[in-house]
């Protein structure tokens, strides 16, 4: 079974751009949540999105959004960068319980 | 909301020796409990859950950890860790939800360190 699987890898941007993350869920989960892990904050949560409905979001700005596929899959998209955004972006995917997670994707805002 | 607390952020052990890591978690209702582990370059993956019935469960790699409801606790345990429990071990939590899984929860974190 193929596991949650995050691109890209790595992602560089400058303060002020905007980034797209994207997400393919194990198949045959229908939920996908994002989650910001930065350095000394942990896992906080951002995003859950359920059969292509947002169903919660955590404690972060609209600038902050994504969208989930007919597909299941999803994007995070982060607009005006700033640098505190710096972190691993981690993608986990459930149907029920529990919620696997991806390798994440690395965005660094320069 | 739902909290999560690990009290210890850095273990070192040697070979053999015994672990307990701790994690409280404060929220008044039902909650399901989770640990993940992290191990360097890899992604999360689930060592253990609970959901209901025997507190003690017991997960991959001679993990297990007890639920006690009284003490909001859900410590996690192994007998005798090996260097390759090198990693970094974080505690969940997320509430019971009809037919999905709700947002996680989690603790701060503590890197263990196994030294040989």
């Known amino acids: 079974e193929a596991g949650v699987t995050q691109s890209p890898t790595h992602l560089i941007k400058t303060r002020g751009q905007q980034a797209t993350l994207r997400c393919s869920p194990i198949?045959?989960?229908?939920?996908v949540y994002w989650y910001q892990q930065a350095l000394g904050l942990g896992l906080q949560f951002l995003l859950w999105?359920?059969?292509?409905?947002?169903?919660n979001r955590g404690n972060f700005p609209p600038r902050f959004s994504g969208r989930q596929f007919p597909n299941y899959s999803s994007e995070l998209n982060v607009n005006a960068l700033e640098l505190e955004d710096s972190a691993l972006y981690l993608c986990?995917?459930?149907?029920?319980?529990?919620?696997?997670f991806g390798d994440g994707t690395r965005l660094s805002i320069l | 909301a739902q909290s999560v607390s690990q009290h210890n952020h850095h273990v070192i052990l040697s070979e053999a020796a015994s672990l307990e890591l701790g994690c409280n978690y404060s929220?008044?209702?039902?909650?399901?409990l989770f640990w993940y582990v992290q191990y360097p370059g890899q992604h999360l993956q689930l060592l253990l859950k609970?959901?209901?019935?025997?507190?003690l469960v017991k997960g991959i790699k001679g993990f297990e950890a007890e639920f006690i409801k009284s003490k909001f606790s859900f410590n996690l345990r192994k007998p005798s860790v090996q260097w390759s429990d090198t990693a970094e071990y974080f505690c969940?939590?997320?509430?019971?939800?009809?037919?999905?899984?709700?947002?996680?929860?989690f603790g701060t974190g503590t890197r263990l360190q196994v030294t040989l």
């Open positions: 986990a995917s459930s149907f029920n319980q529990p919620q696997h």
């Open positions: 198949s045959g989960h229908t939920s």
């Open positions: 999105y359920d059969e292509g409905e947002e169903r």
């Open positions: 929220y008044g209702g039902t909650v399901n």
């Open positions: 609970y959901f209901s019935g025997d507190p």
């Open positions: 969940a939590v997320n509430s019971p939800h009809t037919g999905t899984a709700s947002k996680l929860t």
